[in-house]
């Protein structure tokens, strides 16, 4: 109650502009939303675009159809996450700009128009979502989410989880390890920053399940990549992995 007292009379003082063009009224207006360019789905290891498709599955006469961002034949191997999925390049200035306000100048109304643009990227690639699905977000370390006060992360997944009506979990997968900010740091040096980071725990519902873990921003893909491996140590059945930009 509250914090929508609180909202209400920041938004009478402090009214909303597009931070791309400053036009009053919203965050990021519509002509500027239509403006932001769509990266195709590709492949989480190689980057090379991955379309919908139709393929013979590991080298048998079995047919199956491979979702749009999943990951190529080369690559299946290296990597437990079978979907990669992630709309916006992360060096375009209004993406970054949203990005920033979201995180360090605490716009947390911006969490709903970012997964407004992701449910929009997901429908506009015909992505389907299993009832079977549970969406995980990437857990900060308690520390670093008391000082800045909130977990990105898990802001725009709740908003992504209502619009799906798929659950979101945020205590099976944990952050047991403080790091050192990943975009201070060369691409072998975040790899290794992230080694043994995460846990998890009563991990007996997401078994069989397909688990969508999900960040604001992909790097190197470091972070996705240890806890999709700890994830499938706990028994889920497929990874998918989605971000906001990369």
Not at 29 to 39: G, I, N, S, T
Not at 218 to 231: D, F, N, S, V
């Amino acid at each position: 109650m509250f914090a929508r007292v609180k909202n209400f009379f920041l938004d009478i003082l402090f009214p909303a502009h597009c931070i791309a063009c400053s036009t009053e009224g919203s965050f990021l207006c519509r002509p500027c939303a239509d403006a932001l360019p769509l990266l195709p789905p590709c492949c989480i290891g190689c980057g090379i675009m991955t379309p919908a498709s139709i393929s013979n599955h590991e080298n048998s006469e079995t047919r199956r159809r491979e979702l749009a961002g999943h990951t190529c034949d080369r690559c299946r191997k290296k990597t437990p996450i079978r979907v990669f999925l992630s709309p916006f390049p992360y060096k375009h200035p209004t993406i970054r700009r949203i990005i920033h306000d979201f995180k360090y100048r605490r716009i947390t109304s911006l969490s709903p128009i970012i997964a407004d643009l992701l449910i929009y990227y997901l429908q506009y690639y015909r992505i389907p979502l299993s009832e079977h699905t549970i969406i995980i977000p990437i857990p900060l370390h308690p520390r670093k989410e008391r000082v800045r006060g909130f977990n990105q992360a898990e802001l725009i997944a709740r908003h992504i989880a209502s619009r799906t009506s798929l659950p979101i979990d945020t205590h099976t997968l944990m952050r047991s390890t403080a790091t050192d900010p990943q975009t201070s740091l060369r691409a072998q040096e975040r790899r290794i920053n992230v080694e043994n980071i995460f846990s998890y725990a009563n991990a007996d519902h997401i078994r069989t399940k397909t688990i969508i873990i999900f960040d604001d921003v992909k790097t190197t893909g470091a972070t996705l990549e240890q806890a999709a491996r700890i994830l499938k140590q706990a028994g889920a059945k497929e990874i998918w992995a989605i971000t906001f930009a990369h």
